[in-house]
């Protein structure tokens, strides 16, 4: 408005209209009763008290627009009316004064926010202008405000100057644009239009009980007699996202709080809040933008060093120290029953690996307690116990480490589904993932692992790399090291096999605990074979009879051979591992691999492997010390090895990067264990060999080779049960000094050492390797050079030696080789730049052309070496080429002469001890089948059929039988038997040439005798329907029926002897009939629960097996739509029972959380079935309606009409109306109705 200012002088009249004013607001919907929305006048010139002369000033309002005014302060309190006043001249400090004709209107007579019209007059020169001369025309509004009442007033435009409106009394001191009045204890006043407050700030959890709650803390000091006025909008943020909104007021003693429930989804984020404020009933005059809290809150699990609140993401381990790191877990969040959802006040948190092309054999677990939280902990709960992380490093020296990316250990995600309860909401925790840890792991050594060697006859390279020979007999302990988790030992045979000072390799026993693995090819011929090749014998034994739950071997120990049965490889969990090759005519060779922690505790004869090789002992007196005596030998059956008790140690070679063992059962302290390499695993180290399942020997003998009478069963076909094949003499030489002996050049024969030198370095460099071994690190071919001249000068020729130190210098070249790893390429981006130094090796470590150009035996100068296999020239074949293609095998021996007796074996598979024998596609046994008549022994041949053949050795394989009927009576078959059957065997290479036939009997020693192959029936004994019973021996299924072979030899005798029991003996799966005297099959699909909810029961004769539903639906669901099964119900119950009911069907009550899901189920079910519960129910928190797995319930899916109803009315639970349009309806919970269960598709 403009504002126009005069003065009176020579007989003009000046006007000052000071008229204190804002501009209209655009809105005319708005109220004009609320400020700004009308104008105030407050110039005291214009009180009817007031005239022109004794204000010196004349005032004027034409320049003011037609609008809503309000008189205040001292312009007086309303408009002034004429009752009562005679307006002298110049009163209200103007010429012509304009008040209301006749009364105001009382406040009394009017309603709040009321209008009434009046006419107002004004006074010119003594005289009054009235309606309709006047022709002003004043609105009058009653306005009430924070129970304060006052006038309003729509005031015409003046028609001309000098006029102005007049008020009369006292007004309200008039507040500031920024404020608004309030009405206290009978006073007015005025405050800001919004409660000012400075800051908020989030408190740290506070435990309520079972529940906890964050507090948003104001900063405001409240004005008396407006505690209840003011109000604030608290909005709870998790990174910077709104996750829950309250009112604060005096109620809540001007503190936001959210309740834990509403962190749902939202752990491991920063926790905030903001406010904003305003008055009641003027939330939208002067509401102030949000202020955000000064402090954020990390809600979640941090991972701290142990012992101190230092936050780790990154742990760095020394691979050769063996130095652990230990962590805890804390939660910054109370752990409480009603919270973590398992209602144990305990929430265990499961450590894995994140490298998914490892295997994880076990798992660390850490665990919350609810009785951890308290102030004193500063804001977090510390998970017990703490988890401790090892370094292992095993196998590989990793080049240019800077460039290797951290490995992860991963935390599992936590997952906690709970049987419904409203009282229980989901837990927070559900669905919680941790972030991986970062792993490095640096080697501050300069050997990390080391192998030691003993080659041939013997020559001992040890793991610090010094040389000796020991020309020692009999049992000597090669490596052992004895930690707090792991006994690992290696001992080696040695016998006479050349001239009588020529000792050899003939043995290996590596063991690790209580699992021995035996390579052996002392047995036969009292400990020497000259010029003969050596046939090794592989088998493995269980010093504790496998009780140590977990099979034999235990996880991770294994044997390996190559596809030609000469090299062996026996990989063990505590990465140790041992390579065994039988190529040559005389001895073994050894290599001994030591992860890094057996640094410093090694002994035996391959050293201390302390990195100083001058303290390694080779003296005899030292070897002598090494001697075992037989009784305590490692390699005959007959003698009982003696257990030994660890703590659980590492489980399973192919062991992921990180993995669990347990380091005190008594504390149930787990160590989290971290190898560097074992993501290399054995695999890599084990290309052309292949796992192999050895001879067992798992339970011993009681006396003279038999088996324990605790022992009632067959034994399996893998288990030793004839220990004389695995028992043999040998000298151990406890009493015979070892003596060195002296050798001299030239040779006898006339050798030189010039000769001898000369020819070793020749064969070596003719190795299709030897340029490319001499550029790794650490490989130096010195010692396998001084060995070749060492044998040539021993054994005065040439052959041997030779063919010794080639296979020695590649086997060794490739264990160096494959210790190194160069970084891996990235999944994207630029590879990694290999410096110009290590580019040549780096070529040779990943293309692998090491290994591409070392075959067996170099091929046996029969064929070519083409990327690591032979290509054979013909007529000869196998991997070294070392036979003919013609040339069938050669079967020397069989196990227990081709005897097998059903009642020590089951005599599916036997032993053969054969040569000339070669994996393939047609390798194969061939078996004959030939009836045997027990009166004359007379074998009649029958049906021809090809069997399974399975390599040990080159010397060593098994032959399948094919099925038989030579069994044990077990009361239940009704399939005829036989007490004895012939079998005639040969082994194929090729399909076409076969071997020798050997003659193999199976029969059953109760009713047969076999002497040889020679059988026959045993007196005193019954055969019926095929199966040997001895005389008075009960029917297995019907203790009224006996052999009594004085009745029938060839069928039940019912007993008469008044000792016969109603009582059926029957077989697993198998129960009595009626009659109680058969054994008749059990029905287990009679039982609903047996298979999976997704799974139907198929029965089959004493047993039954589980198949997966074809409709990829529980049992009773219907598929509707894409991704759920529905069940209609139509039994009522209360909707707590019909979820429990639907949760233990595995599912929940259907949700219908789409309208896509909602028009696929109505379209398939029938209308008029009343009532059905759905899974919706009210949230108390927040007074909204949720689906039972606490996601928002949408606006889409149909409301009956007029509902839901109001809340006060408990109606907390969803129903669906099927008698007309499938709507939805609020009822009691503890009303009845049917109700839906939905359970979700998996693909059949």
């Known amino acids: 408005m403009a504002l126009r200012i005069s003065h009176r002088t020579s007989g003009i009249i000046v006007v000052i209209f000071l008229l204190n004013a804002i501009s209209l607001p655009t809105d005319a919907q708005q109220d004009p009763c609320v400020f700004p929305n009308h104008f105030r006048l407050q110039d005291e010139e214009r009180n009817y008290n007031t005239t022109a002369r004794s204000s010196g000033t004349v005032i004027c309002d034409d320049g003011q627009p037609h609008a809503w005014y309000r008189f205040v302060g001292n312009a007086g309190e309303r408009m002034a009316d004429e009752s009562g006043k005679s307006f002298p001249a110049l009163s209200c400090s103007t010429e012509s004064p304009i008040f209301l004709e006749g009364k105001h209107p009382i406040a009394a007579t009017m309603t709040p926010g009321q209008?009434?019209?009046?006419?107002?007059?004004?006074?010119?020169?003594?005289?009054?202008?009235?309606?309709?001369?006047?022709?002003?025309?004043?609105?009058?509004?009653?306005?009430?405000?924070?129970?304060?009442?006052?006038?309003?007033?729509?005031?015409?435009?003046?028609?001309?100057?000098?006029?102005?409106?007049?008020?009369?009394?006292?007004?309200?001191?008039?507040?500031?644009?920024?404020?608004?009045?309030f009405a206290v204890n009978g006073q007015r006043i005025c405050v800001g239009d919004h409660p000012d407050f400075k800051t908020v700030s989030i408190s740290a959890p506070v435990v309520d009980g079972r529940d906890f709650y964050f507090h948003c803390d104001i900063d405001w000091k409240p004005i008396s007699g407006l505690e209840t006025s003011a109000k604030f909008e608290v909005e709870f943020m998790a990174n910077g996202k709104v996750i829950h909104t309250m009112t604060a007021d005096h109620t809540t003693n001007f503190t936001g709080k959210m309740h834990h429930r509403h962190l749902t989804g939202h752990l491991q984020k920063n926790i905030s809040c903001r406010a904003k404020s305003y008055w009641d009933n003027n939330q939208n005059l002067g509401m102030t933008s949000f202020v955000n809290s000064k402090n954020d809150y990390f809600a979640g699990v941090k991972i701290f060093k142990k012992g101190t609140t230092t936050e780790v993401t990154t742990v760095t381990l020394d691979k050769a120290k063996m130095k652990p790191f230990e962590i805890e877990l804390a939660s910054t969040i109370p752990i409480t029953k009603a919270f973590n959802g398992n209602q144990l006040g305990k929430m265990p948190m499961k450590v894995s690996t994140s490298e998914k092309t490892l295997m994880l054999h076990h798992r660390c677990t850490t665990a919350f307690h609810e009785t951890d939280w308290s102030a004193r902990h500063k804001n977090h709960v510390v998970a017990k116990p703490p988890l401790v992380i090892y370094p292992v490093y095993d196998g590989k020296t990793r080049l240019m480490p800077s460039a290797w990316p951290p490995r992860e250990l991963s935390f599992d995600k936590l997952m906690f589904r709970l049987p419904f309860n409203p009282a229980i909401p989901t837990s927070v925790w559900d669905g919680l993932h941790l972030k991986p840890l970062k792993v490095n792991v640096k080697d501050s050594s300069t050997r990390s692992t080391s192998e030691c060697l003993s080659i041939n006859d013997p020559h001992v390279r040890s793991f610090d790399r010094r040389s000796f020979d020991?020309?020692?007999?009999?049992?000597?302990?090669?490596?052992?090291?004895?930690?707090?988790?792991?006994?690992?030992?290696?001992?080696?045979?040695?016998?006479?096999?050349?001239?009588?000072?020529?000792?050899?390799?003939?043995?290996?026993?590596?063991?690790?605990?209580?699992?021995?693995?035996?390579?052996?090819?002392?047995?036969?011929?009292?400990?020497?074979?000259?010029?003969?090749?050596?046939?090794?014998?592989?088998?493995?034994?269980?010093?504790?009879?496998?009780?140590?739950?977990?099979?034999?071997?235990?996880?991770?120990?294994?044997?390996?051979?190559?596809?030609?049965?000469?090299?062996?490889?026996?990989?063990?969990?505590?990465?140790?591992?041992?390579?065994?090759?039988?190529?040559?005519?005389?001895?073994?060779?050894?290599?001994?691999?030591?992860?890094?922690?057996?640094?410093?505790?090694?002994?035996?004869?391959?050293?201390?492997?302390?990195?100083?090789?001058?303290?390694?002992?080779?003296?005899?007196?030292?070897?002598?010390?090494?001697?075992?005596?037989?009784?305590?030998?490692?390699?005959?059956?007959?003698?009982?090895?003696?257990?030994?008790?660890?703590?659980?140690?590492?489980?399973?070679?192919?062991?992921?990067?990180?993995?669990?063992?347990?380091?005190?059962?008594?504390?149930?302290?787990?160590?989290?264990?971290?190898?560097?390499?074992?993501?290399?695993?054995?695999?890599?180290?084990?290309?052309?060999?292949?796992?192999?399942?050895?001879?067992?020997?798992?339970?011993?003998?009681?006396?003279?080779?038999?088996?324990?009478?605790?022992?009632?069963?067959?034994?399996?076909?893998?288990?030793?049960?004839?220990?004389?094949?695995?028992?043999?003499?040998?000298?151990?030489?406890?009493?015979?000094?070892?003596?060195?002996?002296?050798?001299?050049?030239?040779?006898?024969?006339?050798?030189?050492?010039?000769?001898?030198?000369?020819?070793?370095?020749?064969?070596?460099?003719?190795?299709?390797?030897?340029?490319?071994?001499?550029?790794?690190?650490?490989?130096?071919?010195?010692?396998?050079?001084?060995?070749?001249?060492?044998?040539?000068?021993?054994?005065?020729?040439?052959?041997?030696?030779?063919?010794?130190?080639?296979?020695?210098?590649?086997?060794?070249?490739?264990?160096?080789?494959?210790?190194?790893?160069?970084?891996?390429?990235?999944?994207?981006?630029?590879?990694?730049?290999?410096?110009?130094?290590?580019?040549?090796?780096?070529?040779?470590?990943?293309?692998?052309?090491?290994?591409?150009?070392?075959?067996?035996?170099?091929?046996?100068?029969?064929?070519?070496?083409?990327?690591?296999?032979?290509?054979?020239?013909?007529?000869?074949?196998?991997?070294?080429?070392?036979?003919?293609?013609?040339?069938?095998?050669?079967?020397?021996?069989?196990?227990?002469?081709?005897?097998?007796?059903?009642?020590?074996?089951?005599?599916?598979?036997?032993?053969?001890?054969?040569?000339?024998?070669?994996?393939?596609?047609?390798?194969?046994?061939?078996?004959?089948?030939?009836?045997?008549?027990l009166s004359t022994s007379i074998r009649t041949p029958g049906m021809v059929s090809d069997t399974t053949a399975a390599m040990i050795s080159f010397a060593e394989m098994t032959c399948a039988l094919p099925p038989h009927f030579v069994k044990i009576f077990d009361g239940v078959t009704s399939s005829p038997g036989t007490p004895a059957l012939g079998f005639s065997l040969v082994v194929s290479n090729n399909g076409k040439d076969y071997s020798n036939a050997v003659n193999v009997t199976v029969y059953d020693s109760k009713c047969v005798t076999c002497t040889g192959h020679t059988c026959v029936r045993k007196a005193g004994t019954c055969v019926i329907n095929g199966y040997c019973i001895a005389d008075g021996e009960s029917h297995p299924g019907d203790p009224c029926q006996e052999c009594d072979v004085n009745s029938s030899t060839d069928q039940w005798t019912r007993r008469t002897d008044g000792k016969c029991a109603k009582t059926c003996n029957c077989k697993p799966g198998f129960q009595c009939n009626p009659s109680m005297i058969t054994c008749e099959d059990i029905n287990e699909c009679q039982n609903t629960s047996i298979c999976g909810l997704y799974e139907e029961c198929r029965n089959t004769e004493g047993s039954f097996y589980c198949q997966k539903r074809a409709s990829g639906c529980p049992q009773h669901y219907s598929k509707f739509g894409n991704t759920f099964c529905y069940r209609v119900h139509l039994s009522k119950s209360t909707f707590t029972q019909s979820r429990a009911t639907c949760t233990s069907e595995g599912g929940d009550l259907a949700l219908l959380s789409s309208l896509g899901d909602y028009k696929a189920f109505t379209r398939n079910i029938a209308k008029n079935q009343g009532f059905l519960w759905i899974g919706v129910i009210m949230d108390k928190l927040d007074n909204v309606f949720k689906y039972v797995d606490d996601s928002d319930y949408p606006s889409v899916l149909?409301?009956?009409?007029?509902?839901?109803?109001?809340?006060?009315?408990?109606?907390?639970?969803?129903?669906?109306?099927?008698?007309?349009?499938?709507?939805y309806v609020d009822k009691s919970c503890t009303d009845t109705a049917g109700f839906v269960c939905q359970a979700k598709w998996q693909k059949p």
């Not at 004043?138 to 006029?163: A, R, T, W």
């Not at 839901?1204 to 709507?1223: E, I, R």
Request: proline fraction near 6%; charged fraction near 20%; hydrophobic fraction near 30%.
């Open 470 to 933: 020991n020309h020692g007999i009999g049992e000597f302990i090669m490596a052992k090291y004895d930690g707090p988790n792991t006994y690992f030992e290696v001992r080696t045979q040695h016998w006479q096999c050349w001239h009588s000072w020529a000792k050899c390799n003939c043995g290996v026993a590596v063991r690790e605990n209580n699992d021995i693995f035996v390579i052996n090819t002392c047995q036969g011929q009292g400990g020497r074979r000259v010029g003969r090749a050596l046939n090794p014998q592989v088998w493995t034994r269980s010093a504790d009879n496998c009780g140590h739950g977990t099979g034999c071997p235990a996880p991770g120990a294994a044997i390996h051979r190559d596809g030609n049965g000469k090299s062996f490889k026996i990989t063990l969990p505590s990465g140790a591992w041992v390579r065994v090759d039988a190529w040559n005519w005389m001895g073994m060779n050894v290599h001994v691999h030591a992860p890094s922690y057996f640094k410093n505790q090694m002994t035996g004869m391959c050293g201390n492997f302390n990195g100083n090789r001058y303290d390694d002992r080779y003296t005899s007196s030292f070897f002598q010390s090494l001697r075992v005596p037989g009784q305590s030998t490692y390699f005959q059956a007959n003698v009982k090895i003696p257990e030994i008790v660890k703590s659980a140690g590492s489980q399973g070679n192919n062991s992921a990067y990180c993995h669990c063992q347990s380091v005190d059962n008594n504390t149930n302290t787990n160590a989290l264990v971290c190898d560097f390499n074992r993501h290399i695993s054995d695999k890599a180290n084990l290309n052309g060999y292949t796992k192999i399942n050895t001879p067992i020997l798992t339970r011993y003998p009681a006396v003279n080779g038999k088996r324990s009478a605790a022992v009632n069963s067959p034994a399996d076909d893998d288990e030793i049960v004839d220990l004389s094949l695995y028992s043999y003499p040998f000298d151990y030489a406890e009493n015979t000094p070892i003596t060195v002996r002296t050798f001299t050049w030239p040779t006898h024969g006339g050798r030189t050492q010039k000769y001898a030198s000369d020819l070793c370095r020749s064969a070596l460099r003719n190795s299709s390797v030897y340029s490319l071994c001499h550029k790794v690190p650490d490989f130096d071919n010195s010692f396998i050079l001084s060995q070749c001249v060492a044998d040539i000068q021993m054994l005065d020729e040439e052959t041997v030696a030779l063919e010794t130190a080639r296979d020695t210098f590649e086997a060794t070249c490739q264990v160096e080789v494959e210790k190194l790893e160069f970084p891996p390429l990235p999944a994207s981006g630029t590879p990694v730049a290999v410096p110009a130094n290590l580019r040549e090796l780096a070529a040779i470590v990943n293309s692998g052309v090491i290994s591409s150009k070392v075959c067996p035996s170099q091929c046996s100068g029969n064929g070519d070496c083409v990327n690591g296999k032979c290509q054979c020239r013909p007529p000869y074949v196998s991997q070294d080429c070392s036979l003919r293609d013609s040339q069938p095998p050669v079967v020397s021996e069989i196990q227990d002469a081709g005897i097998c007796d059903v009642r020590r074996r089951t005599c599916k598979k036997l032993r053969l001890g054969v040569s000339n024998i070669m994996e393939g596609k047609d390798f194969k046994c061939q078996a004959t089948v030939a009836k045997i008549d």
């Open 1198 to 1223: 149909p409301w009956a009409t007029g509902r839901p109803l109001d809340p006060k009315k408990n109606l907390d639970c969803v129903a669906m109306d099927t008698q007309d349009a499938f709507q």
């Open 115 to 181: 209008i009434v019209t009046k006419h107002a007059a004004f006074k010119y020169f003594g005289v009054t202008y009235y309606h309709p001369l006047s022709t002003l025309s004043v609105e009058i509004k009653n306005c009430v405000d924070n129970g304060h009442q006052y006038f309003i007033y729509k005031l015409p435009k003046v028609p001309s100057c000098d006029m102005a409106y007049c008020g009369e009394g006292q007004g309200p001191i008039p507040c500031k644009v920024d404020e608004i009045p």
